[in-house]
């Protein structure tokens, strides 16, 4: 089974690490969109399904916390899972995020090995999704 990803982060860097982390952690992906911000992040959700989102906290227009509130009020984090990868590393912020719907918190740097075993736990194999 192949997903469609969303990355959500202002630097196009970490937005292709996380990218290059999926494809070397063996997630196979039909489609990575990307986003430079939680508003761009909107535009592309409200027009194509993804399977899940990965975004960063710190993001000029509309941060990840901002981008979590929008997704909870118009009902989009009850079908598209969003994984926080930031390099805030405190557990109180984690936890934050946790309340605000984030399904997991990644702390920046991290190994492909912490993207396969998020995905693992969020991606069910086999499960279907809308899109198909």
């Not at 990307?34 to 508003?39: L, R, S, T």
């Not at 990644?106 to 198909?132: D, N, S, W, Y």
Request: charged share 25%.
């Amino acid at each position: 089974m192949s997903y469609r990803v969303l990355i959500v982060d202002d630097s196009a860097v970490v937005r292709h690490m996380v990218s290059r982390a999926l494809s070397i952690s063996g997630i196979e992906t039909s489609s990575v969109l990307e986003a430079g911000n939680g508003q761009e992040a909107l535009d592309i959700l409200r027009k194509t399904w993804v399977d899940i989102v990965f975004a960063d906290i710190n993001m000029p227009v509309m941060t990840g916390a901002e981008l979590l509130e929008t997704m909870a009020r118009e009902g989009m984090l009850a079908t598209t899972p969003v994984v926080i990868v930031s390099s805030e590393h405190g557990e109180k912020r984690a936890q934050e995020m946790k309340q605000m719907g984030a399904r997991a918190y990644l702390v920046k740097p991290f190994r492909p090995e912490a993207i396969k075993q998020v995905c693992g736990e969020i991606l069910r194999p086999g499960k279907e999704t809308p899109h198909e």
